[in-house]
């Protein structure tokens, strides 16, 4: 609820700023002259998630999870991501990239509020005034935005961008020109060096950060703490290229990182309807059609289908991550492309016949954990609508898990001195905590089960080690990244990265006759042998090959002279990628 009265009071003022004396031919009635810097991070910070999280047409919210999910075989959609086949003008990439680029200023007619040029103002702003805690959190943020950007589109704005505003005057730069990511990266950790000493000036900070930081409510010793976690991540990223042993130690002996549930890089999405605060992907819980169906690549490595990886291996995170609508003896609303007992979904490239028959009553949805949905108790089936979740699951951008996993992978590769099996078991544990805390927040039904510490976790993560005693090194290196993919669901833009480093997990290939559904390893049918079961997918030829980084947005390309012709992305690297 304070959330939403921040931001309520955030865009209120905005958009009285942004509107007075708007016939004033002498000023510019798009931008207010002077916001101060609570009500710029308030809008900042929502414009981050925004910007890397689901989309939401009713909110007006576009991310890039929404593109990558897909990607990375968590969700399917018919839409252009399906056969990698995003291009500059998606809407999902276009909005990203305008939410993350754009101000508050710029978007007071919708409920986006953007992220870069807000961070700017407060970092310059604040800068002038002495707060300079608002200055180190803006840093902090920007090398975060930044470094997600490059990570997936190679190439951005960077020295240049942001820069057309000077003291609120639009008399700077108007065309920034696009660099290089690898130019880009030295300046990040430089960035964060800065944020973090920022943080630590106490006077004279006429201002000071509390309900208006939506991350950290102000503790400057969390974001300093998420600031060194963000360099472990990026060093992490850039092994493949530099040499960073020396500071990875450095960092590990400091020992100021993420180190609980509660400090994670989240963003908490509330219960209201008025203003809607909900997770953006909690939209299927109201949408009139739905549009995102659970990958069955996804779900059949949970079930343990796979012969490839966890095979015979059930996830009890499974009831908390998907929701079926379905009984298993119950009809489908039309002939299915997918279905394993109640579990209805289409294939990733799908052509098959039943492709595109409408499921919205049927196909199985997203759960408690990635966007607060419902969780499926035992016989728990019918027909969802918006009053039975909540849509109250924060949005995870970096966690204490993906510390954990970073470590784990940076041990594996011999980066980092230690025990990757043991960096592996804390990290699984915790993503299972991680469950759990999701629940905490985000659950309206009686009687979630606690799945940390349970039997079923211990028995899990029991068959997962012993798979990763008898496999080789890069089978051990497979399992953590697998495992680290399984408890990110809900956000994706750091899988997509891990898997352009790594190789892992192994994704389905439609081409593949023997990765169909149901062809790489056919599970048992449940339940009425009629149902139809798991069909393997015709193999298709797929529209792209795999992306190497998304496509820039088609409007920025449009608009700004200096920016470069667009790119294919499968021949467009990101400059740490030599997988």
């Not at 291996?313 to 908390?320: A, F, L, T, V």
């Not at 089936?381 to 954990?404: E, K, N, Q, V």
Request: glycine share 8%.
């Amino acid at each position: 609820m304070k959330r939403s009265i921040y931001v309520f009071l955030g865009t209120l003022i905005l958009l009285t700023a942004c509107t007075k004396n708007f016939l004033d031919i002498n000023k510019d009635p798009n931008y207010a002259a002077k916001t101060s810097e609570n009500r710029l991070l308030t809008a900042a910070e929502q414009g981050l998630s925004y910007a890397l999280g689901f989309t939401n047409d009713n909110r007006g919210a576009r991310g890039l999870t929404e593109v990558l999910s897909v990607y990375m075989h968590q969700v399917v959609v018919r839409e252009d991501p399906d056969q990698y086949g995003s291009d500059g003008n998606d809407i999902n990439l276009t909005g990203s990239w305008t939410d993350m680029y754009s101000s508050s200023q710029a978007q007071v007619g919708s409920d986006v509020l953007g992220t870069l040029q807000n961070v700017e103002t407060i970092i310059s702003q604040g800068t002038a005034n002495g707060n300079m805690v608002y200055v180190g959190i803006a840093k902090i943020m920007k090398a975060y935005a930044i470094s997600q950007f490059v990570d997936a589109f190679a190439d951005v704005p960077f020295s240049e961008a942001n820069q057309f505003l000077v003291n609120g005057v639009p008399n700077g730069i108007r065309y920034p020109k696009y660099d290089k990511g690898a130019d880009i990266y030295p300046k990040l950790f430089a960035l964060l060096d800065e944020g973090i000493a920022n943080l630590k000036v106490s006077a004279p900070n006429l201002l000071t950060p509390a309900g208006d930081d939506l991350f950290y409510g102000g503790d400057v010793d969390k974001w300093a703490n998420l600031a060194r976690t963000i360099k472990l991540k990026l060093y992490n990223q850039v092994r493949l290229v530099q040499n960073v042993s020396t500071q990875v130690a450095a960092l590990e002996a400091e020992n100021k990182m993420i180190s609980k549930t509660a400090e994670g890089f989240m963003f908490y999405y509330g219960r209201s309807t008025t203003p809607d605060d909900r997770n953006p992907g909690y939209n299927d819980y109201f949408a009139t059609q739905r549009s995102h169906y659970m990958s069955p690549w996804f779900y059949e490595i949970l079930r343990g289908y796979n012969k490839n990886i966890f095979t015979n291996n059930r996830d009890p995170r499974i009831p908390y991550y998907f929701y079926e609508q379905l009984h298993y003896n119950d009809a489908a609303e039309n002939a299915t492309d997918y279905r394993d007992s109640g579990f209805v979904a289409i294939a990733f490239g799908s052509v098959g016949v039943n492709r595109n028959f409408g499921q919205d009553g049927s196909l199985t949805i997203f759960g408690i954990y990635p966007v607060g949905g419902r969780y499926q108790a035992v016989d728990d089936t019918a027909s969802i609508d918006a009053s039975m979740a909540t849509g109250a699951a924060p949005f995870r951008m970096l966690t204490y898990a993906d510390r954990l996993y970073i470590e784990a992978e940076l041990m594996s590769a011999g980066v980092l001195a230690g025990d990757a099996r043991a960096r592996l078991v804390e990290a699984m544990a915790e993503s299972f905590k991680q469950v759990d805390y999701v629940v905490t927040l985000a659950s309206k039904q009686q009687g979630v089960p606690v799945i940390a510490g349970s039997a079923d976790e211990a028995a899990y993560t029991a068959k997962v080690l012993a798979e990763y005693d008898a496999g080789t090194a890069a089978k051990k290196l497979e399992i953590i990244m697998t495992q680290k993919w399984i408890q990110s669901f809900g956000s994706s833009v750091d899988q997509y990265t891990d898997y352009r480093r790594t190789g892992y997990p192994v994704l389905f290939d439609p081409r593949n006759p023997q990765m169909a559904p149901g062809g790489f390893f056919q599970p048992p049918l449940k339940g009425d042998p009629t149902i139809s079961g798991n069909q393997p997918a015709v193999p298709v030829t797929l529209s792209v090959n795999y992306p190497l980084s998304l496509p820039w947005s088609s409007l920025d390309l449009n608009v700004n002279k200096n920016a470069p012709k667009q790119k294919i992305p499968s021949n467009y690297p990101v400059f740490w990628d030599k997988n």
